[in-house]
């Protein structure tokens, strides 16, 4: 488990990544995070936006299904 302190900047709060975990997230300065909560109330930290995914998610299925039908439009 990793600590991390909460620091004011400005009008702001910030937290600090240490290296192990910017390393682990592949995150550098500039990109982006996405703090999303869990049904149990807890916080999960990640790069991807679940958002996205969940999208590319419903668009894989549907290249499945409609395999035969791309495949004919893309001749």
Do not use: C, I, W
Request: aromatic share 6%; net charge neutral.
């Amino acid at each position: 488990m990793l600590v991390l302190k909460v620091h004011k900047v400005g009008n702001s709060l910030n937290l600090r990544l240490p290296r192990d975990a910017v390393s682990r997230l592949r995150v550098s300065e500039g990109d982006t995070v996405y703090l999303t909560e869990s049904a149990d109330g807890s916080y999960l930290v990640t790069p991807y936006d679940p958002e996205f995914e969940s999208q590319m998610q419903l668009a894989e299925e549907g290249m499945t299904r409609y395999r035969n039908t791309l495949r004919a439009l893309a001749k």
